[in-house]
């Protein structure tokens, strides 16, 4: 499949903000940019977050290695994940004793060896990775186990476009998409990494979504995606995405849409 711009869009960000290809000349702007891009660490996302008063799922703890988690005083249902992954690699949910991603079972007193090998063989882990444990969130609705992604696309400010993801078994090919506008209404295809989800009602505490990543947009000043779920109890913020998808897979409607953001609102540094 050919490069789309908005892939090649993506590829200039990585090289910009990761790779420190033409540095801003501004020292303020170029600290800014690099603040910014380092907000897809979940250790430095979650300072972030707390300094916004965001909700966030209930924190247990944070370790640098898997001999430091006390799956004895976890609960039973847990998230365990490294603080600087990308594609859910590694991103282990408990639930009593089932591993729910990939139906795995995995009674609590085996927990600490299967974590261990999970990350062995992550493809992202590095010597400085950490380990956070979290709550598992549930979502409004609980026929779903895994509670659906609610990723808003910002830019300029303000929310644009909203992509849902649902993921109701163990194999990628049962997972969905569907994008909407801010004003929720459903897109034709935007994007092909998961099946085309069904269209489904505006969710419960959509206008919280909005208003919160409304008022992450006007902090960050940038094109961003921000990932959310939505619990009974309201949104609850996840991560930041700066790359997201690496710019792959996106349809002409996706890509004209996102380029247009991106041209209409370009980034500050």
């Known amino acids: 499949m050919p490069n ?4 090649l869009r993506m590829n200039k960000r990585l090289e910009y903000w990761y790779k420190n290809v033409n540095p801003n000349p501004d020292p303020k702007l170029q600290k800014r940019k690099g603040y910014i891009a380092g907000l ?5 996302m979650t300072r972030y ?3 916004m008063n965001l909700p966030m799922p209930e924190h247990y703890c944070e370790v640098k290695t898997v001999d430091e988690l006390d799956f004895s005083v976890l609960p039973e249902r847990v998230v365990i994940k490294p603080n600087n992954s990308a594609d859910n690699d590694c991103v282990m949910l408990f639930d009593k004793g089932r591993e ?5 079972i995995v009674p609590v007193s085996e927990r600490m060896e299967y974590v261990r090998e999970t990350f062995k063989n992550g493809r992202f882990i590095k010597p400085e990775t950490r380990i956070i444990a979290e709550e598992f969130i549930q979502d409004f609705d609980e026929t779903n186990v895994v509670p659906r992604d609610f990723k808003v696309y910002v830019a300029g400010g303000r929310s644009w476009v909203v992509q849902v993801v649902n993921r109701p078994g163990t194999s990628k090919k049962d997972w ?7 004003d929720w209404v459903p897109y034709e295809h935007f ?3 998961n099946a085309f989800g069904k269209v489904i009602e505006k969710p419960m505490h959509f206008d919280q979504l909005i208003r919160i990543s409304n008022r992450i947009a006007q902090d960050i000043g940038c094109f961003m995606r921000v990932d959310f779920y939505i619990a009974k109890r309201g949104v609850v913020f996840g991560e930041f995405t700066s790359y997201p998808n ?14 247009d953001l991106m041209d209409r609102y370009p980034d500050p540094f």
């Open 49 to 51: 977050a707390a300094r």
């Open 100 to 104: 729910v991603f990939t139906g795995d």
């Open 40 to 44: 897809i660490n979940k250790t430095a």
């Open 246 to 259: 690496a710019g792959l897979q996106f349809t002409p409607i996706g890509n004209n849409v996102l380029c």
């Open 4 to 7: 789309t711009e908005f892939k």
């Open 191 to 193: 994007q092909r990494s």
């Open 176 to 182: 969905s998409h569907r994008y909407y506008s801010q």
